[in-house]
T-cell receptor, first 114, second 110 residues
Framework: GAGVSQTPSNKVTEKGKYVELRCDPI?????LYWYRQSLGQGPEFLIY????????DSGLPNDRFFAVRPEGSVSTLKIQRTERGDSAVYLC????????????FGAGSRLTVL | LAKTTQPISMDSYEGQEVNITCSHN???????ITWYQQFPSQGPRFIIQ???TKVTNEVASLFIPADRKSSTLSLPRVSLSDTAVYYC???????????FGAGTRLFVKA
């Protein structure tokens, strides 16, 4: 697509529920990133994919968070047993694998855990 | 990964030039310097990237001294719509774990 698309734009869920957030990167971009951003903070790195594989998942806060990118394009961030502290905006970005690493971000998915 | 330090906030008036300086004392030889802009309820947006000396595009200029331990983003004649958070990042090319700091919150007043 023309830009990075994230769905849903807003998600309200209850504590303990399971949530999936989807990211459609720019066509042809091999690198895909997930970030989490709380109010007044900079984006916090979660995980980075190069193709289908997670090249660096060191930012995932615990084992309730998991992300996949099975065909090297669309990615899904999965959060199990959600907690109120998971409330944030989840940002996805993609970049081409060659040249300078410039990220193009989506508008984000705002997750609210009640 | 090189850590960056930039002012937490800055105020300016419409029509003024704004310079935001970022320190990155332990920048590596193959690191580039990249600046992003973020408006409320949007993801960060790429502004400019450079390796050394000066880079200019239609939005901003980036000044990098010879030692590359700092860089300055220059926004000419800012308008109210330039009110945003500006992030300075350093890292190598070809894909890497891109880390954002807290950014500089620029507020442009009429």
């Amino acid at each position: 697509g023309a830009g990075v698309s994230q769905t849903p734009s807003n998600k309200v869920t209850e504590k303990g529920k399971y949530v999936e957030l989807r990211c459609d990167p720019i066509s042809g971009h091999t690198a895909l990133y997930w970030y989490r951003q709380s109010l007044g903070q900079g984006p916090e790195f979660l995980i980075y994919f190069q193709g289908t594989g997670a090249a660096d998942d060191s930012g995932l806060p615990n084992d309730r968070f998991f992300a996949v990118r099975p065909e090297g394009s669309v990615s899904t961030l999965k959060i199990q047993r959600t907690e109120r502290g998971d409330s944030a905006v989840y940002l996805c970005a993609s970049s081409a694998d060659s040249g300078a690493n410039v990220l193009t971000f989506g508008a984000g998915s705002r997750l609210t855990v009640l | 990964l090189a850590k960056t330090t930039q002012p937490i906030s800055m105020d300016s008036y419409e029509g003024q030039e704004v310079n935001i300086t970022c320190s990155h004392n332990n920048i590596a030889t193959n690191d580039y310097i990249t600046w992003y802009q973020q408006f409320p309820s949007q993801g960060p947006r790429f502004i400019i990237q450079g390796y050394k000396t000066k880079v200019t595009n239609e939005v901003a200029s980036l000044f990098i001294p010879a030692d590359r331990k700092s860089s300055t983003l220059s926004l000419p004649r800012v308008s109210l719509s330039d009110t945003a958070v500006y992030y300075c990042l350093v890292g190598s090319t070809g894909g890497f774990k891109t880390i954002f700091g807290a950014g500089t919150r620029l507020f442009v007043k009429a």
